[in-house]
């Protein structure tokens, strides 16, 4: 799996949270906390509306489709780093899964709003560069990264 390699750069900020199944609020708080600290930071509007979305919808990934899963925000000078690790079933074709529309969603979470298929097409929007690596059966590791000198930058 992979891991987080911020290069020699000391981390500014770093933020954990644990995500269970079908825990909705989770993704919601993670998400609003994120936002907050990377104001708080200083950080240009379009990067933290953008690492706000991608760990909105990495954490609604793993509420929907996995059993647990961790996810981790690094801020380091140069960019947000933003690594969610899921156990659950994996993600058999990757290449599919980043389709606007594509969804293996169960029926219940479709019918309450979610799972339309736009998480992970929505992460790779927001990301200046994304890497997703998974394991049937085992789970998957998604990191995303926000270059700040060209999506957002420190005030």
Request: charged share 25%.
């Amino acid at each position: 799996m992979i891991g987080c390699s911020t290069g020699n750069s000391e981390p500014r900020l770093q933020l954990e949270y644990q995500i269970n199944e079908r825990d909705f609020l989770s993704a919601g708080e993670s998400a609003s906390k994120t936002k907050k600290a990377l104001q708080q930071l200083g950080l240009k509007a379009e990067a933290v509306k953008n690492a706000a979305i991608i760990v909105y919808e990495a954490a609604m990934n793993v509420v929907i489709h996995a059993t647990s899963g961790r996810l981790k925000v690094v801020i380091v000078p140069d960019e947000v780093v933003i690594i969610a690790e899921d156990v659950g079933p994996g993600i058999p074709d990757i290449e599919l899964a980043m389709q606007e529309g594509y969804s293996t969603a169960p029926h219940e979470v479709r019918e309450m709003g979610f799972g339309a298929g736009m998480g992970l097409p929505n992460i790779d929007r927001c990301s200046d560069k994304l890497t997703i690596k998974s394991e049937l059966g085992v789970g998957t590791v998604l990191e995303a990264r926000i270059h700040l000198g060209q999506k957002g930058s420190p005030a």
